[in-house]
């Protein structure tokens, strides 16, 4: 096989791996996706969909990441907006609580994988 043809299949499976690791990382720490998504701007829930396939190629029904604005609402991080005209489309905006809060549990988390990388470089 010609060495160049080599490189890019190679190159395909670590890409192809990195993106298995990525999406299932993705889905299990869905909730931090969302809050990191949302966290500076009112977006619905389709719209949440859309930034996460765009950004990540992943795929993530908006059932699921209802049921997550849905938890967060009920918590008092976000509240409820909507567009003159288009009273259907529900956009979540973070409160100001929200945002402290969405910004320490993004904090914690980032340090979380801080530590478990650190841990894998030993």
């Known amino acids: 096989m010609d060495p160049e043809n080599e490189k890019h299949i190679t190159q395909a499976r670590e890409s192809d791996s990195q993106n ?16 990191s998504t949302i966290r500076n701007n009112s977006m619905s829930g389709q719209d949440i969909a859309k930034e996460l396939f765009f950004k990540h190629r992943v795929y993530i029904s908006p059932s699921a990441i209802y049921s ?20 259907r489309t ?33």
């Not at 993705?26 to 996706?33: D, Q």
């Not at 967060?72 to 003159?84: M, S």
């Open 20 to 35: 298995v690791y990525i999406e299932d990382i993705l889905k299990k720490h869905l909730n931090v996706a969302v809050l």
């Open 68 to 87: 997550i604005l849905y938890a967060l609402k009920d918590q008092n991080l976000l509240e409820i907006d909507t567009v003159k005209g288009d009273l």
């Open 90 to 122: 529900k956009y979540y905006v973070p409160t100001e609580i929200g945002k402290q809060i969405i910004d320490i549990r993004l904090r914690e988390f980032k340090e979380a994988l801080e530590y478990f990388i650190i841990w894998i470089d030993e």
